[in-house]
């Protein structure tokens, strides 16, 4: 995703070529791993943030490209989706005040983005997944204008033969279909990049498999999708579902998912990794200007393996190989499953903790690795992100709550990988502090948004636009999530106004209603309408179109007359009016002035999404 010199592969020539120059780039990166020619010292550390940008109504914003300009920083970027924006960190030697230096170089281009933001009324947000985005936002429209992301998403598409399928079940259950890979657009996240020599590379690859369970258990920031309660951090499923083009046609054969965990411990080589993507899953992508390795390695340059990285690039481990060409070569542990946010002092942070455990490899790791079995730590990967800190993980055969590994284990290890690193104490201290602190309140990015967002919930359809406002005023101050406030009957947080939002008829109208079919005896309709105290019931065909609505009006009046009406089909009005979701409230009103209504439905794409009525709109006024 990262090369834009691509284009699909169209035909057997093509593929022929690819194939050719990615062999040729894994024969020289394995003479490069037995030359030992890569960087050994100093160990370095980097980062990539990813960022929502969102309107004057805490949505999703159109802006990036335009903010992009105006803030003219080579460290910002484009992403995906055209309310995506990334900041890619300058690399930094892992020592002394690395993590306190990087957090201050992140929190200055932070509030170089935020201040051009400002200028147009929008805001910058980190979150796993932004609260506020709806099916709307996955539009074509909303994927950035450069023709890799377009090349991508139907090369996908066309492989799958059909759309992309999300079906989610946390608290709530979510199924959702795309015609485009912009779902994963719905996913933002701050990766970490940990330098690792050569000889080292095969033990600390299999150690950031074992700990990655434990790590994202205490870091999940990304619990509603749709409004809807998912996972603790629910990028996981829906990352692994927006890229899969795997089809059901096929379930008895095993194949893996392009985004995926792994399935086994890595031994021998980090060739290995690559050899295996080569190996599994086809290739999507090409270039014009791939080169033979072999010829420019034996020229004494060093090789950019542009091919196999392209590859690479179409793939997506949870923990990813990364190989760095220069002056002289190195090798990276790229950790990708770590969410944007809650704010910058709890990313670094985490990222303090993930570096400190990658440098405490156990002294019998080899010898270990052969009685765990790779399920278990597979396992505690996806246990952590549906529970978060609620999960109770298999470690070295034992069943221990995630509290308790992280504060009376793993806490202590990474203190001693930070200590052989020689970060400076105070360094030490406050970041893992934040851990610990986080840990003891039990009070993740989760787990706060999903107790405000409950609260929240039981006033009017804004509960994820008082999110965002409440995230973006303590990313703003900088303040660790275990300190945020939360909302109570007794504590309501003050975050937005009712004259700051353009209110829209997504806002107000109820979601959890109740439809019956156009067969439906009217002795049932007026149970349900008795029942249900509602005045409005809307009709549906078996297809699930709006076909008509009902109102308690018409019912008495029917049934008063004794008419031989039996079904719903024979009194439901036909000629309907309705309103969309994005529908103004004073529209909304001129509509049921106009036609003598007290609700009418929303539509999207002839079906029914929701109601709105009188007594919705009288919670704002």
Known sequence: MGDFRVRPITDKADRHKMYHYALKDIEAFERMLKENAFVQEPIKIGAEQELCLVDQNYEPSKSALNLLDAIDDPHYTN??????MEINLDPINLARDCFSVTESDLLNLLKKGKKEAFKINEHIVMAGILPTIAPKH??????????????????????????????????????????SVLFEACNTSFQLHLQIKPNEFVDKFNWSQMIAGPVLSACCNAPILFGRELWAESRIALFKQSLDT????????????????????????????????LMRFPLLLTSDDLVDAITVLENGGVPELRA???????????????????????????????????TAVDEIANF??????????????????????????????????????STVLNWYGKNIPAKELILEILLPMAKKGLERSNIDTSDIEKYL???EQRVRTEQTGASWMIKNYRFNNNTINTARQELVAQMISNQNNNIP??????????????????????????????????????????????????????????????????????????????LASQQEARYASDIMITELVSVERDTSISEVKEVLAANKLSGVPVVFAKRIIGMITTNDIKHIE
């Not at 992403?79 to 995506?84: D, R, S």
């Not at 059901?248 to 990794?273: D, E, I, M, T």
């Not at 597979?378 to 529970?387: E, L, P, Q, S």
Request: hydrophobic share 35%.
């Open 433 to 435: 502090g934040i851990i």
């Open 79 to 84: 992403e995906l989706g055209m309310f995506n």
């Open 138 to 179: 996955l539009d074509f429209s909303y994927m950035t204008p450069i023709p890799r992301y377009e090349t991508l998403s139907k090369t996908l598409h066309d492989i799958r033969g059909g759309k992309f399928q999300i079906y989610l079940q946390g608290v709530d259950d979510l199924i959702a279909s795309l015609g």
């Open 352 to 389: 303090a903790f993930w570096v400190g455990l990658m440098n405490a490899v156990p002294e019998n790791w080899q010898e270990d690795i052969e009685k765990l079995p790779f399920k278990d730590v597979k396992g505690n990967f996806i246990k952590a992100a549906r529970t978060g800190l």
């Open 481 to 558: 999530v275990h300190q945020w406030e939360v909302s109570s009957e007794k504590n309501i947080i003050p975050s937005i106004e009712n004259n700051q939002l353009e209110y829209t008829v997504g806002h107000l109208m109820s979601t959890d209603i109740f439809t019956v079919n156009e067969d439906a005896s009217l002795d049932f309709v007026k149970q349900i309408m008795t029942w249900k105290n509602i005045h409005h019931l809307p009709v549906e065909s078996m297809k699930g179109k709006l076909v008509g609505i009902i109102t308690d009006g018409i019912l008495k009046k029917t």
């Open 308 to 342: 196999i990285r392209l590859h690479n690039g179409t793939t997506y481990t949870w923990n990813r190989l990364c190989y760095g060409p220069g002056k002289k070569a190195h090798l990276r542990i790229e950790c990708r499953y770590l969410p944007a946010g809650p």
């Open 246 to 277: 795997r089809s059901s046609k096929n379930h008895l054969r095993k194949k893996l998912p392009r985004v995926y965990f792994g399935n086994s411990w890595l031994s021998g080589s980090p060739a290995n990794l690559w050899k295996n993507e």
